[in-house]
């Protein structure tokens, strides 16, 4: 059993909320969502952060984004917008390693992060 939590959400291991599943990549729900869209696009491989993309990793990463803007189009965010996170590594806040891009939309979000 992996110890990657969304490893094992990929599995099946731990629930989710789904919005999207294809052969590479699984979108759902932020459990501790921080704005009235919040939710997560990861790769079904495991790629420990945007650092370590590796070959490929250029189609990925852009095939990651495609469904994070028409996953946030269908969550209703297509009028005012939303904000399209990677963190990376510890400075960049990153908290699970296993990449994923975060969409958070539905109200006004400050700008710079602290
Ligand atoms: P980051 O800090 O960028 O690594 O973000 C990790 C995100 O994963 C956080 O927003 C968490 O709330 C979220 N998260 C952690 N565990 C789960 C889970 N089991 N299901 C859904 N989201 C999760």
């Known amino acids: 059993m992996s110890d990657c939590i969304f490893c094992r959400i990929v599995e099946g291991e731990i629930p989710s909320r789904k919005l999207f599943e294809d052969e590479d990549i699984l979108a759902f729900h932020d459990a501790a969502p921080q704005a009235p869209v919040h939710f ?59 990449l994923h891009v975060h969409v958070l939309g539905g109200r006004p979000l400050a700008w710079p992060p602290g």
């Open 40 to 98: 997560l696009v990861i790769p079904k491989k495991h790629i420990p952060n945007i650092m370590e993309l590796g070959d490929g990793g250029a189609a990925l990463l852009g095939r990651l984004l495609d469904t994070a803007q028409k996953l946030a189009a269908g969550q209703g965010c297509s009028e005012k917008g939303a904000r399209f996170v990677i963190n990376c590594k510890s400075d960049g806040g990153q908290t699970v390693d296993h």
